[in-house]
T-cell receptor, first 109, second 114 residues
Framework: GQNIDQPTEMTATEGAIVQINCTYQ??????LFWYQQHAGEAPTFLSY????GLEEKGRFSSFLSRSKGYSYLLLKELQMKDSASYLCAVRDRDYKLSFGAGTTVTVRA | IAGITQAPTSQILAAGRRMTLRCTQDMRHNAMYWYRQDLGLGLRLIHY???????GKGEVPDGYSVSRANTDDFPLTLASAVPSQTSVYFC?????????????FGPGTRLTVL
């Protein structure tokens, strides 16, 4: 099974940078995902890491260290529309995802 | 249809009643999943199907059943609903073809069991 931890809430100012950390313990690692979920909506895919290092996609970047069981999602140049929950998910060797409880990010003007 | 649809959008149900949540995808994805999402607990896998004709149990399968008669549809049935099954239910699908194999989520069904 998987044990996935991420902070419950974070607040940041518009235009700033926020880093959301995720730690995990896994019985069979096969990739880490970040999803964004706006209130009342479905989760949508943001990023995927399977090898160590940084993956950059526009204003969003995700980092993975498999040896440390650690990932972070970096949101740059924050916009009001980035206010949402961010879900860290670990995939096992059977291609099933286990999700953390999510981090609610509030962007203030 | 584009992507994944779920029905109903929301439902209030008396305890003890039977309920089927519907999920249909038009992406010809091999795998489909049912999750429930509860405050503070995140998304938890109920059941999954890697291909038509097969199903498997997830983390919280008790009280739920699924079937996968064809590629597109994956209904979730609550045989006798209980208040602890009050939740938001999301259906998802993926190609199950290696690599990122992103899961795509439906809009969700908000279920209240009284």
């Amino acid at each position: 099974g998987q044990n996935i931890d991420q902070p419950t809430e974070m607040t940041a100012t518009e235009g700033a940078i926020v880093q959301i950390n995720c730690t995990y313990q896994t019985s069979g690692f096969n990739g880490l995902f970040w999803y964004q979920q706006h209130a009342g909506e479905a989760p949508t895919f943001l990023s995927y890491n399977v090898l160590d290092g940084l993956e950059e996609k526009g204003r969003f970047s995700s980092f993975l260290s498999r040896s440390k069981g650690y990932s972070y999602l970096l949101l740059k140049e924050l916009q009001m529309k980035d206010s949402a929950s961010y879900l860290c998910a670990v995939r096992d060797r059977d291609y099933k995802l286990s999700f953390g409880a999510g981090t609610t990010v509030t962007v203030r003007a | 249809i584009a992507g994944i649809t779920q029905a109903p959008t929301s439902q209030i149900l008396a305890a003890g009643r039977r309920m089927t949540l519907r999920c249909t995808q038009d992406m010809r994805h091999n795998a489909m999943y049912w999750y429930r999402q509860d405050l503070g607990l995140g998304l938890r896998l109920i059941h999954y199907s890697n291909t038509a004709g097969t199903t498997g149990k997830g983390e919280v399968p008790d009280g739920y059943s699924v079937s996968r008669a064809n590629t597109d549809d994956f209904p979730l049935t609550l045989a006798s609903a209980v208040p602890s099954q009050t939740s938001v239910y999301f259906c998802a699908s993926s190609k199950l073809a290696g690599g990122p194999d992103t899961q795509y989520f439906g809009p969700g069904t908000r279920l209240t069991v009284l």
